[in-house]
């Protein structure tokens, strides 16, 4: 009953050229196409924009790609695409748009080697010029997204490489892939019914798994052999959850062959795992791009909280002059009027004033806001680990500061990221530790860690905030892959930008938030 509804619906559509009446639908759910190619029905869910029916204009489409073992239905249920898009559309934040949600089986949106199920070719050749048709659509590359999860993820990266004069636009989001090394040790069962009938490697293990058809889709493979002209037309954005487990490693490798090779991209990962709370995350700012791509503009970048505007009163930074050597440290408002003590944050590569005060105020307007816990932020010159374990000893004799390695942290940024970590191999002085745009290469993280006592590092919570261009990029995602392998808990975030000063204050707000927590687990 419900097909044969749809199906209706689909026909009044085409006779009535879409004129507004009364019973105009936004939300179409599960409606169908005849495919020729695969000799079978394809279903199909699509939302249209408030005002699609009182105006005769043309717009972009977004297609949302489902993962493995979902359906045309998911990101309506799931995926909560109809408000997140109708808030962003409805605040000007985003422009209008159709999104369209195809079925997509267990295809991975390739061709299966054997031919008997050429998905791909249906999706570009018969269900785009479908939608085309349908819908008043702009219908060329740089009008059309693709944006998918899980196998979906898989979908938007190969759709966009394969057929760059469809789809002008990728959102992969906890993309399915695999390196060359996961494939060739993957579970026998699970290699057969999920790679090895797309790929040509049925029964298969070990290199022989690596076959030309495979090569031909896996974007480790097809990424590097780009031209520059190739790269230029790519508009890619990718957004991984930290808490994922193979993709964590193959979407960070993915990352960091596209940095190595100057494949344009953004590269976001973000707290959670394999699940629709991750992906629903990344809406806000894979919406945005999406947007900016479509009207031809300069992305604007991720909506995150503004650095505190303003200077602190006075009262609120000290000098503290210890042994000669004078350190700055913010305090709450209320440190000169009472006689308590408070947890406190040591950092470590912070020396400009401005950025100080900066910091100082953002962790004030959260304390304010009673989102942080009342704390103090310490500034500490640039020394080794002796010597800032000796600083540090000196000033919690004059600073009221809770005793107790729980109501300590510590924070290392830039350079000065390296020397922080190392403190935790030491006598256990902090809960938490961050460590924020760090600058250490892979060799310089591997020589760090393969020095500590693995059971050192798991008693303190580390939180690695990175960004997602310059020179420190792969550093961090190499430091990330390395304590996944050690099994150490931790939380690891990418965002937009270089690791500059101006961008550590931009993304504070979250690991200063995670550290208070810690003070009060």
């Not at 199920?117 to 349908?134: K, N």
């Not at 889709?217 to 954005?237: D, M, V």
Request: proline share 4%.
């Amino acid at each position: 009953m419900k097909r044969i509804s749809c199906l209706l619906i689909s026909c009044l559509l085409l006779l009535t050229g879409f004129n507004a009446s009364a019973g105009d639908k936004l939300v179409m759910e599960s409606m169908t196409m005849h495919s020729r190619i695969l000799g079978q029905e394809v279903r199909f869910s699509v939302i249209l924009p408030e005002g699609y029916y009182a105006e005769n204009r043309r717009y972009s489409v977004v297609y949302l790609l489902h993962g493995l073992g979902d359906d045309e239905t998911s990101w309506l249920e799931y995926g909560r695409i109809g408000q997140y898009s109708r808030k962003a559309m409805a605040s000007g934040d985003i422009a209008p748009v159709i999104f369209v949600m195809p079925q997509a089986f267990r295809t991975y949106y390739v061709n299966d080697y054997a031919g008997e199920f050429p998905y791909q070719d249906m999706l570009v050749r018969e269900f785009v010029p479908h939608i085309d048709s349908l819908f008043r659509t702009i219908p060329d590359a740089g009008n059309r997204a693709v944006m998918g999860y899980s196998m979906g993820g898989f979908g938007a990266m190969v759709l966009h490489l394969a057929h760059p004069g469809v789809f002008g636009v990728s959102v992969p989001l906890s993309m399915s892939v695999r390196t060359d090394e996961q494939y060739m040790t993957e579970d026998a069962s699970g290699w057969d019914e999920q790679w090895g009938r797309l790929f040509g490697a049925p029964g298969l293990t070990g290199a022989d798994r690596i076959t030309g058809y495979y090569k031909l889709h896996s974007p480790f493979h097809t990424l590097p052999g780009l031209g520059e002209a190739q790269k230029k037309n790519l508009k890619i954005y990718m957004v991984n959850g930290d808490e994922e487990q193979t993709l964590c490693r193959s979407n960070e490798m993915l990352h960091i062959l596209m940095h190595r090779f100057d494949v344009p991209h953004h590269y976001r990962v973000i707290d959670g795992g394999h699940s629709f709370r991750v992906w629903q995350a990344a809406l806000p700012g894979a919406l945005r791009y999406i947007s900016d791509a479509f009207e031809g503009k300069p992305y604007r970048g991720d909506l995150m909280d503004s650095p505190a505007a303003g200077l602190l009163p006075h009262e609120q930074m000290m000098l503290v002059n210890t042994g000669g050597e004078r350190v700055f440290a913010y305090v709450p408002d209320d440190y000169q009027v009472s006689d308590r003590k408070y947890p406190v944050v040591y950092f470590t590569g912070i020396t400009g004033q401005e950025q100080m005060v900066s910091i100082s105020s953002l962790v004030d307007r959260g304390i304010h806001a009673g989102k942080t816990t009342p704390m103090l932020i310490v500034f500490l010159p640039e020394k080794d680990e002796n010597g800032l374990i000796t600083l540090i000893d000196q000033l919690e004799k004059q600073l009221r500061i809770r005793s107790g390695y729980r109501f300590r942290s510590v924070a290392g940024y830039g350079k000065s990221a390296e020397t922080t970590l190392r403190l935790l191999n030491g006598e256990m002085r902090f809960s938490s530790c961050l460590l924020t745009g760090a600058v250490m290469s892979s060799a310089e993280a591997d020589e760090i860690l393969s020095s500590f006592e693995v059971e050192k590092l798991k008693r303190t919570s580390l939180f690695i905030d990175a960004p997602d261009n310059g020179c420190c990029a792969e550093g961090n995602g190499e430091l990330h892959m390395m304590l996944r392998d050690m099994e150490v808990n931790h939380e690891y975030r990418v965002r937009q930008g270089n690791g500059d000063e101006g961008w550590i204050e931009r993304g504070l707000g979250e690991a200063i938030n995670t550290i208070s927590a810690r003070f009060h687990r």
